[in-house]
């Protein structure tokens, strides 16, 4: 990686610290495992710790598991190489013994690609659920355990509401259990259960995270969301292509704020809770198609999608954060905007 | 006033009519009238789609690539459309060449119960920018359930539309509404419809797809393709007019482009001959009518016979090999007799 990429993260970790450092003084001199370690939320999160480390002396140790690290070691060689990040490679579903050091775990091994989901369903659901049992099971002889964070999924709403404005934590809504759509989402709820289970019976301190939508660097742009394609399009030269009539509503929040909040729900969120993490801005498909091409000089064209007959599929997402905002002190640093630019200059 | 988006395989579905036979001269000609007519998608290539030339499925005149060269340089305001079965075509050797070529619409398409073929191919078109749309063959032979479940799983693959394709002309209006609508309540993204004319329902199927929420329809003039051809693409657009949907299309220009394709491309305008009748019925893929006819002749049996064992079958598209093995059981039993 070049060194102006390591620059941009660099300063996108300073800037999401800032003034908040002691927010996560908890994670001082302790060893983190994190699951699905070398996956876009990962990456992340090891950025951060390893920002916090070198800058604000955390001397946290990281351990990054996943099922195989070869793609992380090419994409992030600065970080696969530091002394204070460990990478296993192991099956989630197999994982049998943590290093007694761990003292927070944050789980958020998942493929959250739908095409996945819909290719191979049995095993999306098959790697949520045991693994997810099998990590609780491992982390049940921590001795200094602390906290495990489990990173659940904004889609277990099931579909939002059009006229509510954003999903808060207490939104019980659901999908249809029936539909292969559901492969992911089912199991991500299955998974919450299986927390709250474990939490009861062996009175482990069990917090959850609800994460929504996300555009930065290591987003790999051929994922199948609007935005990523939005922008692959456009750096491609081609134009933006809007399915629908343009006023579907998403949110987006920038990697450097999602890993500075889920570090800190890991290490002061209470167990039980669910924290929604997301951006609580929702901006409707057309303005962002709009705001992306205010980065280019000649701008690409926004074509909405001809077949139209009938009333186009509108749907809206959109976290209501107030809980993790008053509760936890936490606040976006990167907007929209500023999320879009920074995207496109990291893959120009 | 509501929307069709009309998919013209004139170019395409018409090459199985004469055996894959389109020229230059053909493609140029027709292409240049569909685009005056303002056509907004003109699918191009062998009847079986990208890469299908081959011995067993009949091998294209000219190749995809020239094909494809051909029509990009007559269409300006109209999309350039390919056809793409994973498995004759691949990503690397074809569809890549077809996305160079400036191709703008992928269709990519797996028999009705067999959308998890399609996965890389739209995965792949989508990742190049191109309009990427799936396709169910066959839709007659799965319940409404199944076409749900499967063109789910296209649309999040990522296809921007999914086409039911009533490969065989099985299909009376009844059965399209039941599917059509089923499919329109439970996807977000639009439903098409692709009609074939054993039963002589193409046009009255098309105009009950989009009455049942579909907003994109195929067709091809003259109905040119296999067996009993295609929704005859002049009428359809006509018939739409007058029921007040808008197709973008000129009505007089279509009528001419149908004309000029006639003379031009039609050794013989597709009639619904007994044979189609009989595929009709018995629900097997139109395409199957030339070497139906040809094998039966050889083997001296009833094609009507054939078809409706390949039914009972339950045949597909790329079970040609399986027509010998009907007739030859047919001779067989003829002479038992």
Sequence with gaps: MNTNKLSTIQKDCAEATSGSIHLLSKLKDECILITGGTGFMGTWLAEMVAFLNDNHSFNSKLILLSESSQNFIVKAPHLAMRDDVELIECDIRNVMEISNEVSYVLHAAANPDNRMHASDPIRTMNVIANGTDAILKASLRLPSLKNILNVSSGLIYGPQPLDLDAIAENYHGGSDCGSVASAYVEAKRFAETLCSAYRSQYKMSIVTARPFAFIGPYQLLDKPWAINNFIRDSLMGGAIRILGDGETIRSYMYPSDMAFWLLRILVDGTSGLAYNVGSPHGIALQQLAEEITHNFTIKPKIISNFAGGRDLYKSRLVPDVTLAQKSLGLSMKVDIAEAIKRTLLWYK | ?337
């Design chain 2, 1 to 337: 006033m509501p929307r069709i988006l009309i998919s013209d395989s004139t170019l395409r579905d018409g090459s199985h009519a004469i055996s894959h036979q389109l020229n230059s001269h053909n493609i140029s000609i027709y292409a240049a009238a569909a685009e005056a007519a303002g056509v907004p998608i003109v699918e191009i290539g062998h009847g079986n789609g990208l890469g299908a030339s081959s011995l067993q499925l009949g091998e294209s005149l000219i190749s995809d690539m020239e094909m494809l060269q051909n029509a990009r340089s007559h269409l300006v305001n109209s999309k350039l459309g390919i056809f793409v079965i994973p498995g004759f075509a691949t990503i690397n050797k074809d569809l890549s060449m077809a996305i160079d070529m400036g191709v703008d619409v992928v269709r990519v398409a797996a028999h009705c119960t067999e959308a998890d073929i399609t996965e890389r191919h739209i995965s792949y078109a989508r990742q190049k920018g191109k309009e990427v749309y799936g396709v169910l063959m066959m839709s007659h032979m799965a319940s409404k359930e199944t076409l749900i479940e499967e063109a789910h799983k296209m649309e999040l693959y990522g296809a921007e539309g999914v086409i039911l394709m009533d490969s065989a002309g099985a299909y009376l209006p009844n059965d399209v509404h039941e599917k059509v609508s089923a499919l329109v309540s439970n996807l977000t993204i639009p439903v098409g419809f692709h009609a074939h004319n054993n039963l002589g329902m193409a046009i009255a199927n098309s105009v009950t797809a989009a009455e049942a929420g579909a907003t994109i329809l195929d067709g091809t003039v003259r109905g040119f393709g296999a067996g009993a051809g295609n929704t005859q693409l002049e009428v359809l657009v006509a018939v739409l007019e007058k029921m007040g949907y808008r197709t973008g299309i000129d009505l007089y220009k279509i009528l001419d482009a149908a004309d000029i394709a006639e003379k031009e491309m039609m050794k013989v305008i597709p009639t619904i001959k007994s044979e189609s009748i009989v595929s009709g019925l018995a629900g097997v893929f139109s395409g199957f009518l030339k070497p139906v006819n040809r094998i039966s002749d050889k083997y001296g049996v009833d094609p009507r016979d054939v078809f409706f064992e390949l039914g009972r079958r339950q045949v597909v598209a790329g079970q040609e090999d399986l027509i010998i093995e009907v007739a030859m059981k047919l001779a067989q039993k003829q002479e038992e007799k």
